[in-house]
C-alpha cells in the first residue's frame, strides 16, 4: 500500500487580521436573510459529527472553531484554508487545527461534515467545546432544524 501525504488538505489556526476579517464578513451577513440550515448531529463513541447542506451560492461564516477537527467536504465550494482561498470540487478530507473561522461560498449543492474526539455527554456540550460562540452557531437559531441521529 502507498501512503501520500497531501499538504494543501490541511487549514491551520488563522491569523488575527484573518480572524477579524470572518467576524466583520459575518457582521455585514446579518444585514441579509438567512435560509434555515439543517444541522445533522451524531455523538457517538466519543467522536462528535455535525453536517449541513450549503445550497448553491450560499455564503457561509462558520462559528469560531477551538478544537483541531476533521473537515470533510462533498460538493463544489470554496472555502478560506489558512491565507488562501481553496476550491474544492467533488470529495476531500482535510485536517484542521483549531483557532479557525472559515468562510464557504457554495458553488453547487454542497455537504459539510465537521468532526471531533470529546468526552461530550450531549449534543450541547459538544458545540460548547468545539466553539466559545455557541449561542451563535446555526443549530442554536430560534428557527433551527436539528437531526440527531442516535443509538
Not at 15 to 20: A, E, I, N, R, V
Not at 96 to 114: I, N, P, W, Y
Amino acid at each position: 500500500m502507498k501512503l501520500q501525504t497531501n499538504s494543501k488538505n490541511y487549514i491551520p489556526k488563522m491569523s488575527s487580521q484573518l480572524l477579524k476579517f470572518a467576524y466583520l464578513v459575518e457582521e455585514e451577513l446579518k444585514q441579509v436573510e438567512q435560509k434555515p440550515i439543517t444541522t445533522m448531529h451524531s455523538l457517538h463513541e466519543g467522536v462528535y459529527t455535525r453536517s449541513i447542506k450549503m445550497e448553491k451560492n450560499e455564503l457561509l461564516v462558520g462559528a469560531y472553531i477551538e478544537v483541531d477537527t476533521t473537515l470533510i467536504i462533498q460538493g463544489h465550494l470554496k472555502l478560506t484554508v489558512g491565507d488562501n482561498i481553496q476550491e474544492v470540487n467533488g470529495f476531500d478530507i482535510f485536517i484542521a487545527k483549531g483557532g479557525r473561522k472559515q468562510t464557504m461560498l457554495a458553488v453547487e449543492d454542497t455537504f459539510v461534515t465537521m468532526l471531533f474526539k470529546t468526552d461530550a455527554q450531549t449534543i450541547e456540550e459538544a458545540e460548547e467545546e468545539f466553539t466559545k460562540d455557541y449561542d451563535k452557531v446555526v443549530s442554536r437559531k430560534p428557527n433551527a432544524n436539528n437531526i440527531v441521529r442516535s443509538e
